[in-house]
């Protein structure tokens, strides 16, 4: 005969509490129980899962933790401020640099750069170095500049939250004609963008460089 189950009925693991064990069985043998969430809610799990800690609560819990966390980033024209700071290299990339890939069977390196859900091309080059460079180039348009944007336009928004709701920041890439554009705006909701404050041109040396021009708008 097998061992018998152990009788969870009545105890509390975290916010969940233990009601009856079900007929149900995992693919190891461990039975469900039917538990109560502190939240109301109603869920069946292992007992295995609740007496080593896995589970918590009916899910409630997660999702508490995850809008915290949310609440606590900022989000900013569809940006998160604290992950761009916090970027990382992507695992795949065997060049040793994030954004900077070696092409297959070539000693030659692509170069493109992340922003908002979209990959932009930056070049093709002969040299690391220069693809290393360019990237950083990119970097310092793109990434460094939406963060100094927004930390100029969040210490006003902070001053006044008024004109923050009314001039929203908004920074936009664009890839027109081979050159990666940068704008950005604090203009007043639905009124039309005047003029243009500065503009930079960055230039690489490679063979298939491109331009980035980097834009600021005020209303």
Same mark, same amino acid.
């Given at each position: 005969?097998?061992?018998? $189950?152990?009788?969870?009925?009545? /105890?509390?693991?975290?916010?969940?509490?233990?009601?009856?064990?079900?007929?149900?069985?995992?693919?190891?043998?461990? !039975?469900?129980?039917?538990?109560?969430?502190?939240?109301?809610?109603?869920?069946?799990?292992?007992?295995?899962?609740?007496?080593?800690?896995?589970?918590?609560?009916?899910?409630?819990? #997660?999702?508490?933790? /995850? #809008?915290?966390?949310?609440?606590?980033?900022? %989000?900013?024209?569809?940006?998160?401020?604290?992950?761009?700071? &916090?970027?990382?290299?992507?695992?795949?990339?065997?060049?040793?640099?994030?954004? !900077?890939? #070696? %092409?297959?069977? =070539?000693? /030659?390196?692509?170069?493109? @750069?992340?922003?908002?859900?979209?990959?932009?091309?930056?070049? +093709?080059?002969?040299?690391?170095?220069?693809?290393?460079?360019?990237?950083?180039?990119?970097?310092n348009l793109i990434h460094n500049g939406f963060i100094q944007k927004w930390k100029e336009w969040n210490e006003k928004e902070k001053e006044? $939250?008024?004109?923050? &709701?009314?001039? $929203? +920041?908004?920074?936009?890439? &664009?890839?027109?004609?081979?050159?990666?554009?940068?704008?950005?705006?604090?203009?007043? %909701?639905? &009124?039309? @963008?005047? =003029?243009?404050?500065?503009?930079?041109?960055?230039?690489?040396?490679?063979?298939?460089?491109?331009?980035?021009?980097?834009?600021?708008?005020?209303?």
């Amino acid at each position: 005969m097998g061992r018998r $189950p152990a009788d969870l009925s009545g /105890r509390k693991f975290g916010m969940l509490t233990a009601k009856y064990a079900t007929e149900k069985r995992d693919k190891r043998g461990s !039975v469900y129980w039917h538990c109560v969430c502190d939240c109301g809610n109603e869920v069946d799990v292992t007992a295995a899962g609740l007496v080593h800690g896995n589970y918590h609560s009916c899910g409630c819990l #997660q999702k508490k933790n /995850r #809008q915290e966390i949310a609440q606590r980033r900022h %989000l900013v024209d569809g940006t998160c401020v604290e992950v761009l700071e &916090k970027r990382k290299s992507r695992k795949d990339n065997m060049s040793g640099f994030r954004g !900077v890939f #070696q %092409l297959k069977n =070539s000693n /030659r390196y692509r170069v493109d @750069i992340g922003f908002k859900g979209k990959r932009y091309y930056v070049g +093709l080059f002969d040299n690391y170095d220069e693809a290393v460079q360019a990237r950083l180039a990119a970097e310092n348009l793109i990434h460094n500049g939406f963060i100094q944007k927004w930390k100029e336009w969040n210490e006003k928004e902070k001053e006044d $939250p008024e004109w923050g &709701k009314e001039h $929203p +920041l908004v920074f936009d890439v &664009k890839k027109e004609d081979g050159e990666i554009r940068v704008s950005v705006c604090e203009c007043l %909701l639905n &009124k039309e @963008i005047l =003029s243009v404050k500065s503009r930079c041109v960055h230039r690489y040396k490679g063979a298939e460089g491109t331009i980035l021009v980097g834009e600021h708008y005020e209303r």
